[in-house]
């Protein structure tokens, strides 16, 4: 460890500025981070009221020396540079932040090195020491901050409610220890172990800690050796690709947000499959004086030198990945054929589309794509344009009654459906009726979505939500963030009709569930409720979200049920008409439309 000294003026006046200390997980990401820089293999977090009462730091790293100890609170003091900033390779190199944090905190720290016999323990106020003692303690650093912003209303009144904060910093905790598999990170929040990392420097066994075991499913490996070049992690394989999906790139051992990889590697994901939506946490290792670290002391972007060729080499590592999990799999499983093509064009065709005669898939899938019912502009469509534009009824369109708008669907219809020839259920969803000239679909989820939805919330607002207590309780896997804000909300999730507590580290369990859920799979429910309390930015009251929450639960709920025998569908309309709006889903797509008998005459050449 060097000793700290003061920045040249020359190179004060290069550093990009900017605050670095504006909540409590701002403070605690630059305390990680000179642990990080001071070689520590273990770090112990707790933190307080979301870090407004406390932030402490332990680490087992190289200590402070004694004699520096004033100067790491002085601006622009660093150990870590000297000359320029053209190849840095620490987290820190403007001397900045506790200077800074002293200023919005009170900090006490304990501090010793390896070659001095006694360490020392200081308390400071304002980049000031106001008091110190030598002391005997370990080798490493404790730097505990308390009261942020106490002093200054200004900035504490910014400052979000504590479980807002606590998630920012489980984020921030979450970032360092992904992007150090090699360090062992602990974080406790308000008494709670959030998540643990052993420092064993194993990727998959680190993601398994901090994201979740589902976040290890399904992952493959990248390796591009392209000296000097280096990218080395996992990304999701074909059979999981989502819509909630995880981004991690470390670039060098610091943390880093690049839309322009998260882009590349979307892309080459979309040719090989068809879609993005890919996983990855990708360790990139580059020479120092390529990257530009010196962008912005709070953000977590960086300037990449030769940016093209990095992008070009991560798409080339993503491919051979891909390409290698492909050629594994047995033939019958692989949906989808590439062939290397040029970078521009697309190098996936769907199987099916060769076995489709040409003619069929044009005018079928317009037929097909016509009854969604959706698209005005449609060749069919325009073709009736005059009638349209001349108020007769078209042959096909949206019908349906929203927001007091009215139209031929309306609740004498649902009434008269429910008595009229049942034909069957098309694409296991919706329910087609024959009634005089039309066929009337009612798509069997959305109607579904709305009975359940107005029932749940009724209940929900009279606070009579009736539950389900499970024999056996549904164990699953969340990622600690969510598992953090269960037991954050858990009375208010309990209001809802879910009961649930940690089961152990990295797990859940859900000892009861609303009633109305008892014949579906609630895994899915509990996840995106867990999701979507996270997601939360703003300070608002749980009530306020309520709904929401119960239309996200009905809403996945129906997502997995499958086919319906006609009784049901019958009991379903019935249901439907007894609801306030049985015109859509509680997102607000219609629920019932119709096509008239022309529309097949038309079809078919008739007229
Ligand atoms: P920077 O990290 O940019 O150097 P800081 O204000 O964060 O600036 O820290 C100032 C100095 O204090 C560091 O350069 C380092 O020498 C010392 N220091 C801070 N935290 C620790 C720690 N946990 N272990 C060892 N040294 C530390
Ligand atoms: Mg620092």
């Not at 602990?186 to 993601?207: P, Q, R, V, W």
Request: proline share 3%; charged share 25%; aromatic share 8%.
């Amino acid at each position: 460890m060097n000793h700290i000294e003061l920045l040249t003026k020359e190179l004060v006046d290069k550093i990009a500025a900017g605050e670095v200390v504006v909540n409590g997980a701002s403070v605690l990401k630059e305390l990680i981070e000179n642990s990080i820089d001071a070689n520590s293999k273990m770090i112990s977090i707790i933190t307080k009221n979301g870090g407004k009462s406390l932030i402490k730091v332990v680490d087992n790293g190289d200590g402070i020396y004694k004699e520096d100890i004033q100067k790491a609170f002085l601006r622009n003091a660093t150990s870590k540079i000297t000359s320029s900033l053209d190849s840095i390779g620490t987290l820190g190199f403007r001397g900045e932040a506790l200077a800074s944090i002293s200023f919005a905190a009170d900090i006490s720290v304990i501090t010793k090195t390896a070659d001095q016999q006694t360490g020392i323990m200081a308390h400071v106020l304002q980049n000031k020491i106001i008091s110190q003692n030598e002391i005997s303690c370990n080798k490493g650093t404790v730097i505990e901050v308390r009261d942020l912003f106490r002093t200054i209303p200004a900035r504490f009144k910014y400052l979000k409610k504590d479980q807002l904060e606590t998630i920012e910093i489980i984020d921030v905790a979450t970032k360092i220890a992904l992007a150090h598999p090699e360090t062992s990170i602990k974080l406790e929040c308000d008494g709670k172990e959030i998540f643990y990392t052993s420092g064993n420097a194993d990727i998959l066994s680190c993601m398994n800690s901090v994201l979740g075991s589902e976040s290890t499913a399904e992952m493959i490996c990248v390796d591009i050796d392209d000296a000097p070049l280096f990218v080395h992690g996992y990304t999701s394989s074909s059979n999981f690709i989502t819509e909630k999906r995880f981004q991690h790139i470390v670039l060098n051992g610091r943390y880093i947000h690049s839309g322009q990889i998260n882009r590349a590697i979307d892309q080459t994901y979309k040719e090989y499959y068809g879609k993005s939506g890919a996983s990855f946490l990708l360790y990139i290792q580059i020479p120092y004086h390529m990257v530009d670290v010196n962008v912005h002391p709070a953000k977590l972007e960086v300037k990449l030198l030769n940016e093209s060729l990095i992008l070009m080499l991560i798409k080339q590592g993503i491919r051979d990945a891909l390409k290698k999990e492909f050629l594994l799999k047995e033939p019958s499983q692989n949906k989808v054929i590439y062939t290397e093509v040029s970078e521009s064009e697309p190098v996936i065709m769907e199987e099916i589309a060769d076995y489709i005669p040409k003619k069929m898939v044009s005018t079928q899938a317009q037929a097909f794509s016509d009854a969604s019912f959706a698209d005005k502009d449609n060749e069919l469509n325009s073709a009736n344009a005059d009638q349209l534009e001349t108020d007769e009824p078209p042959f096909i369109h949206r019908e349906q009654v929203s927001h007091g708008k009215s139209s031929s669907v309306n609740k004498e219809l649902i009434a008269t459906l429910v008595n009229m020839p049942y034909i069957g259920n098309a694409f296991g969803l919706y329910a087609m009726f024959e009634m005089g000239d039309n066929l009337y679909a009612v798509d069997t989820h959305a109607a579904h979505e709305r009975v359940l939805y107005e029932k749940y919330l009724k209940s929900y607002q009279q606070k009579a939500v009736a539950t389900q207590p499970l024999m056996m309780p549904i164990i699953i896997p969340l990622p600690s963030k969510q598992i953090y804000i269960l037991s954050q909300y858990n009375e208010e999730v309990a209001d809802i009709g879910f009961e649930i507590d940690e089961f152990d580290t990295g797990n859940i369990a859900i000892r009861s569930i609303p009633y109305y859920f008892a014949k579906y799979d609630v895994r899915p429910i509990v996840t995106e409720i867990a999701d979507e309390i996270v997601s939360w930015q703003t300070n608002d009251d749980f009530s306020k979200r309520s709904e929401h929450l119960i239309q996200i639960a009905c809403h996945n709920a129906v997502r997995g049920s499958s086919d319906i025998s006609e009784n049901e569908v019958r009991a379903l309309l019935k249901d439907l008409y007894e609801t306030e709006m049985p015109y859509t889903c509680p997102h607000g797509r219609p629920i019932i439309g119709k096509i008239n008998q022309k529309y097949f005459m038309k079809m078919f050449e008739r007229i």
